[in-house]
């Protein structure tokens, strides 16, 4: 039987196996300890900034970000709604209210012409936001340029939500190197993972000291456990960092083998009419953590969902894009900026199987099943290298 395809599964291999076993040999199993030590600083290195803290997940990052900024009850968060929930999740952490500013077309990331509006407006009710959260959606980077300059010229903090851009670059520089601090997520599904994890990482020295010591209980330096103000259980384990730094060690190929699979999947579904990829900026290059595309019924000949259902079907998992957080329930009450494109791309938008293990022979399958919904599907039908 065909085993089940996953949207981006763990790809791990024999030196992650051979690092967790020398974490655990040399009796470093709770949290902390040289493995950490290591990851930390690998990981510093590989996103171009000085400070990283290994923590027990990306909401955590977002989380002590926020906290660490000065971000409380009554203050106001401008955030993507096209985004996972844990970035909004992590602003009411700390009693504030996200504030939802809709997407660009072009990018599907933080529209900077809506954000600098909300800005402005808040600024001529002398109402200032406490931040800005940035995300960079399914691997590719928010328009940093414009985002950076709108920040400075209002005097907000700029925090960047990178969860799932690891090894994109905006420019010359990667993602997680803007703002004030940003946050990493090394969750199963993401481009590396430590099974469940996260990095808070910054420019500035104060701020990794800060969170160090936030997500270690906040313990206070005594040969007692002292503690002056609240802290959190949130420093990630040295076992969970050995595999981090055997994740991190074949990035470049995980990044070279998802890139791989997006141009399989263009080559072989391109020409459908009524099938869109998500644009890529001109100013970076993404990860390619998820291919994501967009259906349009009128022209495809069948919807978003009935594909996702013929591939489930065939024991093949993919997944609609995000729902706009400004349409979530838990969110109905906040601020909301735009909307119809984040609609408009959850209406039609799927993400395909993505992983860096995936094979070309499942992929042409993928193909297969995808291009068969399609009105004129013989006419359509490829093979992929």
Not at 79 to 89: E, Q
Not at 94 to 119: I, K, Y
Request: aromatic share 8%; net charge negative; charged share 20%.
């Amino acid at each position: 039987m065909m085993q089940r395809t996953y949207l981006s599964p763990p790809d791990v291999g024999p030196e992650e196996r051979r690092l967790m076993l020398d974490a655990f040999d040399s009796g470093w199993i709770a949290p902390l300890g040289p493995h950490v030590d290591g990851f930390e600083r690998e990981f510093a290195k590989a996103v171009g900034v000085p400070y990283a803290v290994a923590l027990s997940s990306g909401t955590a990052a977002l989380h002590l970000a926020l906290h660490i900024l000065g971000v409380g009850p009554g203050d106001e968060v401008l955030t993507s709604t096209m985004t996972f929930a844990a970035t909004a999740n992590a602003i009411t952490y700390v009693g504030a209210t996200p504030a939802f500013v809709d997407v660009s077309r072009e990018t599907w990331n933080l529209d900077p012409d809506l954000l600098e509006q909300e800005l402005t407006t808040r600024s001529r009710l002398n109402k200032q936001v406490a931040a800005v959260l940035s995300v960079d959606l399914y691997g590719q980077c928010a328009d940093y340029a414009r985002i950076t300059e709108l920040c400075a010229r209002f005097g907000v903090p700029l925090l960047e939500d990178a969860a799932e851009a690891l090894g994109a670059t905006y420019g010359e520089a990667k993602a997680g190197s803007f703002g004030e601090c940003a946050a990493f997520s090394f969750n199963g599904n993401k481009i590396i993972t430590t099974s469940g994890g996260g990095m808070l990482v910054s420019h500035r020295r104060d701020i990794a000291e800060r969170a160090s010591h936030l997500a270690a209980q906040a313990r206070d330096p005594a040969p007692h456990y002292q503690h002056s103000e609240i802290g959190y259980n949130y420093r990630l384990s040295n076992l969970l960092a050995a595999i981090g730094e055997g994740q991190l060690r074949s990035l470049p190929d995980k990044l070279a083998r998802r890139r791989a699979v997006n141009v399989r999947y263009r080559l072989a579904l391109s020409e459908l009419p009524g099938l869109t990829f998500m644009p890529e900026a001109a100013y970076g290059r993404p990860n390619y953590w998820l291919t994501c595309v967009t259906v349009d019924p009128s022209s495809f000949g069948a919807s978003h969902e009935e594909i996702r259902v013929e591939l489930e079907a065939n024991d093949i998992e993919s997944r609609p894009l995000w729902k706009p957080l400004h349409l979530q329930p838990v969110f109905g009450g906040c601020p909301m900026a735009g909307g119809s494109v984040a609609e408009g791309l959850f209406d039609r938008g799927l993400c395909l199987p993505s992983g860096s293990s995936l094979a070309p022979p499942r992929q042409a399958r993928i193909v297969e099943i995808v291009a068969s919904k399609h009105a004129t599907a013989p006419q359509f039908r490829r093979a992929i290298a």
